[in-house]
T-cell receptor
Framework: SQKIEQNSEALNIQEGKTATLTCNYT??????LQWYRQDPGRGPVFLLL?????KEKRKERLKVTFDTTLKQSLFHITASQPADSATYLC???????????FGRGTSLIVHP | DVKVTQSSRYLVKRTGEKVFLECVQD?????MFWYRQDPGLGLRLIYF???????EKGDIPEGYSVSREKKERFSLILESASTNQTSMYLC??????????????FGPGTRLTVL
């Protein structure tokens, strides 16, 4: 069955460092993959989308990579700030579908 | 900016009650979705709709029904609420193109407690 794995343990880092979050998937061939941010008690908010034929995508301090051979996406936040503390969800979508499947998310805590 | 609103942020109901959760989007999106989110289980799709009066079951439809009479409005109905339906309920919508860029826009969520 299709499986999406994100680290269940929180990632703790110091302000100013680069945070790297991992999303691994199995039994899946996503046409594209999205990353969302979710704050406590709120709905997820879209951050970035990367297609299967793209290796890397950037937006301000955010960078996403997509390795279809490794079946993995990495999400980086450079120069992290305490305001970046949240849960980050990856959401791959299979080709032919328009409905992403959401991972359980990884909590990021940036310490001042 | 896309706006998705949900009728209540917090709701407390009793076992056996009929519960309506309403969702409205203002971007003329074709697709609308209902999820529930529980600690450790992530987001699980209950039902979705790709057009007015159309509905499709998601991964966990049991105990729920939906209604989409107008394009902008998608309702989730708990016919007879049970305690295991205590959860955060999230509504989302996505664009008119079923192509690969259907980003989902979420509402603020309704935290439902069934006593």
């Amino acid at each position: 069955s299709q499986k999406i794995e994100q680290n269940s343990e929180a990632l703790n880092i110091q302000e100013g460092k680069t945070a790297t979050l991992t999303c691994n998937y199995t039994n899946y061939s996503p046409a594209y993959l999205q990353w969302y941010r979710q704050d406590p008690g709120r709905g997820p908010v879209f951050l970035l989308l990367i297609r299967e034929n793209e290796k890397e995508k950037r937006k301000e301090r955010l960078k996403v990579t997509f390795d279809t051979t490794l079946k993995q996406s990495l999400f980086h936040i450079t120069a992290s700030q305490p305001a970046d503390s949240a849960t980050y969800l990856c959401a791959p979508t299979s080709g032919g579908s328009y409905i992403p499947t959401f991972g359980r998310g990884t909590s990021l805590i940036v310490h001042p | 900016d896309v706006k998705v609103t949900q009728s209540s942020r917090y709701l407390v109901k009793r076992t056996g009650e009929k519960v309506f959760l309403e969702c409205v989007q203002d971007m003329d999106h074709e697709n609308m979705f209902w999820y529930r989110q529980d600690p450790g289980l992530g987001l699980r799709l209950i039902y979705f709709s790709y057009d007015v009066k159309m509905k499709e079951k998601g991964d966990i439809p049991e105990g729920y029904s939906v209604s989409r009479e107008k394009k902008e409005r998608f309702s989730l109905i708990l016919e007879s609420a049970s305690t295991n339906q205590t959860s955060m309920y999230l509504c989302a919508s996505s664009g008119s193109d079923r192509g690969p860029t259907d980003t989902q826009y979420f509402g603020p969520g309704t935290r439902l407690t069934v006593l």
